[in-house]
C-alpha cells in the first residue's frame, strides 16, 4: 500500500508551551488510523497541522504526496476535516449548512449523496431545523456529512465522539466503517481508549510525543502476565495495602476493580494472606486481561521515572 499521510519529526509551541514534540509516524492508504491520548496530549495540534490549518515549527508533514505549507490550498479540496467542537453555523438549517458546505467544494448535494445517505438519512427528516438546536449525536451527524460532501480521499477526525452518548459512539464507529468501503482513509484521534480496538493501527501520544505506534493487538500482546484484578469491600485501603507491597509493581483503579501489576513473586494467595494480616478482608485477586489502557499507564509511568 502506499502512504497517505507522512509526519516526519514535527515539533510545534504555543510560546513557552510545547505542544508537539519530534512526532513521527505515518498512515497507509485505506487504513483507519487512531491517534489515542488524554486531553492535552497534541492531538489537536497535530490533526490541525494535517489540515493545513497550523505551521510547525520543524519537520514535515505531506498528505497525498504535498506538503501542507507549501501545497495547501490543493490540499484543503482533498481532506475532510471535522474539528473536535462543532463548527458548523447554528443558525443555519441542516440543508443550508449541508448546500453551503457543497458549493464550498463546486458540487452538489445530489453529486454526492449516497456516500453521505447512511449517515445524513436520520437528519433528513427534520432538514429545516436550526443546526444548533441538534443533539450531540446529530450534531455529530451533520458535521460528518459536511465533511465529506466533497468526497474526499483523506477523512481527518479530531475527537469526533466526545461527548456524545454511548450508543451514539457505537452508531458513529460503524458509520466510519461504511466509509471505508469507498476508498477513504481515515485518521480519528480520540481520549476514549477503548476505541483504539477499531483502529488498523494506532499512535499513543502523551505531552506532545508519541509513546508507541502499532496495531492494537500488537502493542498489548505480552501484558497479561503477571496482570491482575483486585477486588475488596473497602477498595481504598486495598489500593493503599497493596501499593505497600514488594511484589506489587504498580496498582490503579480499573473500573470497579484494580489492576496490579506483580512481579515474577506475584502469589494472589500468598497477597491475600498479607493484605488479611493487615485488616482487609474479603479480598479477592483473579488475573485480568490487558487493554490498551493498562499499555498507556504503563508507558507513561516508564516515560516519568
Same mark, same amino acid.
Given at each position: 500500500m502506499s502512504l497517505v499521510a507522512e509526519i516526519r519529526d514535527v515539533s510545534k509551541s504555543y510560546g513557552n508551551i510545547q505542544a508537539l514534540s519530534e512526532v513521527s509516524f505515518s498512515v497507509e492508504e485505506g487504513e483507519m488510523f487512531g491517534l489515542i491520548g488524554p486531553d492535552g496530549a497534541g492531538k489537536s495540534t497535530l490533526y490541525r497541522l494535517l489540515a493545513t490549518l497550523l505551521v510547525p515549527d520543524s519537520g514535515s508533514l505531506?498528505?497525498? +504526496?504535498? !506538503?501542507?505549507?507549501? !501545497?495547501?490550498?490543493?490540499?484543503?479540496? /482533498?481532506i475532510g476535516y471535522m474539528p473536535e467542537r462543532f463548527s458548523l453555523y447554528p443558525d443555519l438549517s441542516i440543508s443550508e449548512n449541508l448546500?453551503?458546505?457543497? =458549493?464550498?467544494? +463546486?458540487?452538489?448535494?445530489? !453529486?454526492?449523496?449516497?456516500?453521505?445517505?447512511?449517515?445524513?438519512? #436520520? %437528519?433528513?427528516?427534520?432538514p429545516d431545523r436550526p443546526a444548533g438546536k441538534l443533539s450531540g449525536g446529530m450534531k455529530q451527524k451533520l458535521a460528518l456529512s459536511c465533511a465529506l460532501i466533497h468526497r474526499p480521499p483523506i477523512l %481527518? /477526525? $479530531? @475527537?469526533?465522539?466526545? +461527548?456524545?452518548?454511548?450508543? =451514539?459512539?457505537? @452508531?458513529?464507529? $460503524?458509520? /466510519?466503517? =461504511? %466509509?471505508?468501503?469507498?476508498?477513504?482513509?481515515?485518521?480519528?484521534?480520540?481520549?476514549?481508549? $477503548?476505541?483504539?480496538?477499531?483502529? $488498523?493501527r494506532i499512535a499513543m501520544i502523551d505531552h506532545g510525543r508519541i509513546l508507541r505506534t502499532d496495531t492494537p493487538e500488537r502493542l498489548v500482546a505480552g501484558l497479561d502476565e503477571n496482570l491482575y484484578n483486585a477486588v475488596a469491600p473497602d477498595m481504598f485501603r486495598l489500593l493503599s495495602g497493596l501499593r505497600t507491597l514488594p511484589e506489587v509493581i504498580d496498582c490503579y483503579t480499573f473500573g470497579a476493580a484494580l489492576h496490579v501489576v506483580g512481579t515474577n513473586a506475584f502469589s494472589p494467595e500468598d497477597i491475600v494472606r498479607k493484605l488479611a494480616g493487615m485488616g482487609i478482608e474479603g479480598v =479477592? &485477586?483473579?488475573?485480568?486481561? +490487558?487493554? &490498551? @489502557?493498562?499499555?498507556?499507564?504503563?508507558?507513561?509511568?516508564? !516515560?516519568? #521515572?
Open positions: 505531506t498528505v497525498m +504526496g504535498h !506538503d501542507t505549507v507549501k !501545497d495547501y490550498r490543493l490540499l484543503r479540496r /482533498l448546500n453551503f458546505f457543497a =458549493s464550498l467544494f +463546486g458540487v452538489t448535494i445530489k !453529486d454526492n449523496y449516497e456516500l453521505i445517505a447512511p449517515i445524513f438519512s #436520520q %437528519l433528513a427528516k427534520f %481527518l /477526525l $479530531d @475527537e469526533p465522539t466526545t +461527548g456524545v452518548d454511548a450508543v =451514539s459512539r457505537s @452508531e458513529f464507529w $460503524d458509520m /466510519l466503517a =461504511s %466509509l471505508r468501503k469507498h476508498g477513504i482513509t481515515i485518521l480519528v484521534s480520540t481520549s476514549y481508549m $477503548d476505541e483504539a480496538t477499531r483502529c $488498523d =479477592s &485477586i483473579y488475573p485480568a486481561k +490487558g487493554v &490498551i @489502557e493498562d499499555l498507556f499507564i504503563k508507558l507513561t509511568r516508564n !516515560d516519568q #521515572q
